[in-house]
């Protein structure tokens, strides 16, 4: 079969689009629990194709952040699948009603949600990301070209040979899903703003500034994790270095893990000795500022580590004056991806909560939470740092927009302004009269 082109795969993308809006939800659902079938039929082969893509990157030199991500274990494997089938039971993000209203007698206007229509992700290193980013695509009726990272090619290949042998089966749109190859393909996908509505890149800031620069396509995406905890006083100690050492060690290689520790300067003597105690045991590498060494030993901090996602056991530590310098720190030097306090004042917990220009906000609990299975999302396509259209962890709503649906009877303006009716402007049941 001849390859098909990048303009090609967006044009049949669209037409899937169009075909899945029209769907029902128990046909989307289906054709998730047939992907999570293939998947478990093709498990074999898909972790033999990432173990040689593991072997090549550990061959390459790459860092091990990046190796991290890209291994699927069995485990890994099974929450994987297992995400299709939460995903599958939630509620269809599309036809819900936000809003009815009666404009005139017989005239009766709804806001419904509807598919955005062709979504373009780029993505690096996590090959369980096209199985997410996919099956949210096909769940909110979205056509979706995807490009991985060259390192999980092996994987990703295999993983898309299975999700198209789940649904070619219940016979949906040919299209709905592509898996492009090349940068040139991603060149070629940033100039098509006639097929494609949005463009998701997951990767570090230069990679989402390039996308942004060279696309007239709306660009949503996050990318570095520069998440803080702060310390406060006062704070329950257990519960302060079980935030910080979760935030931390959980899982070094995901952007929702803390980068930063901020404590503030009343309990800073007692604190950080035990974390340091905590840490060294996980050989996590300490930096801190003057404040912080003259507490424990510790590397040097600069002003290139406030800004520096380590990916990596590497935690960048400073004492503060109070609650209002550490905002002030977040605020300068985070990303936007998600903060934490921990505290037992609450006027601090409030003014911590409100004035955090982050997408997640978190008050005595871990930053890892920032994750859309956690949320209940199912799965995320990404977590967007930004305030437009989407924040946060990004599951169907995120890939949803909506339409004005006016239904009348012969109904003019001009008659309107001739006075043959008037405006009445009355809530009515958010229920489509052709539903």
């Not at 899945?20 to 128990?26: F, K, R």
């Not at 289906?30 to 593991?54: P, W």
């Not at 045991?281 to 002003?303: F, N, P, Q, Y």
């Not at 921990?342 to 871990?366: K, W």
Request: aromatic share 6%.
């Amino acid at each position: 079969m001849e390859k098909q082109t990048t303009k090609q795969m967006a044009r049949h993308a669209r037409d899937a689009f169009l075909t899945l809006s029209d769907t029902s939800a128990e046909i989307r659902d289906r054709a998730l629990l047939a992907i999570g079938d293939s998947l478990i039929r093709h498990q074999d082969e898909v972790l033999l194709a990432n173990e040689r893509d593991v072997e090549q990157a550990k061959a390459e030199d790459l860092s091990s952040p990046l190796v991290s991500r890209l291994k699927l274990t069995p485990d890994k494997y099974k929450r994987m699948v297992d995400g299709l089938s939460a995903l599958a039971s939630l509620p269809d993000p599309l036809g819900h009603i936000a809003y009815a209203k009666e404009l005139a007698d017989g005239l009766q206007l709804y806001r419904c949600s509807c598919p955005i229509g062709v979504i373009g992700v780029i993505f690096e290193s996590r090959p369980d990301a096209l199985v997410q980013i996919s099956s949210l695509c096909l769940k909110s009726g979205n056509g979706v070209l995807l490009k991985g990272g060259r390192e999980a090619l092996r994987t990703n290949e295999a993983l898309f040979k299975a999700i198209l042998e789940g649904t070619d089966r219940l016979h949906l749109p040919s299209g709905w899903c592509s898996l492009l190859q090349s940068r040139e393909d991603v060149s070629e996908m940033l100039k098509l703003d006639q097929l494609i509505d949005l463009i998701i890149p997951r990767g570090s800031n230069e990679f989402v500034r390039f996308i942004i620069q060279n696309s007239s396509i709306p660009v949503l995406g996050h990318a570095d994790g520069i998440c803080h905890v702060y310390v406060d006083d006062p704070c329950d100690m257990a519960t302060a270095l079980a935030v910080t050492i979760d935030s931390k060690t959980q899982n070094y290689s995901v952007c929702n893990a803390a980068e930063t520790l901020l404590i503030h300067e009343g309990i800073a003597k007692t604190f950080l000795p035990l974390l340091e105690s905590a840490l060294r045991e996980k050989g996590v590498a300490l930096r801190g500022d003057d404040r912080t060494r003259s507490i424990i030993d510790c590397a040097m901090a600069t002003d290139v580590d406030w800004t520096t996602e380590y990916l990596d056991a590497i935690l960048s530590i400073k004492v503060v004056k109070d609650v209002d310098e550490a905002i002030d720190h977040i605020n300068q030097y985070g990303s936007g991806h998600t903060d934490a306090i921990v505290s037992e004042h609450n006027a601090h917990v409030r003014r911590f909560m409100a004035l955090v220009d982050s997408a997640g906000v978190y008050h005595n609990c871990s930053t890892r939470f920032a994750d859309g299975f956690l949320y209940g999302f199912g799965a995320e396509v990404g977590i967007a740092t930004g305030k437009i259209h989407a924040r946060g962890p990004m599951g169907l709503e995120g890939l949803c927009t909506y339409k004005y649906k006016l239904y009348g009877k012969g109904h003019t303006v001009g008659d309107l302004q001739a006075g043959k009716y008037s405006l009445t402007h009355r809530d009515i049941e958010p229920k489509l009269p052709d539903a």
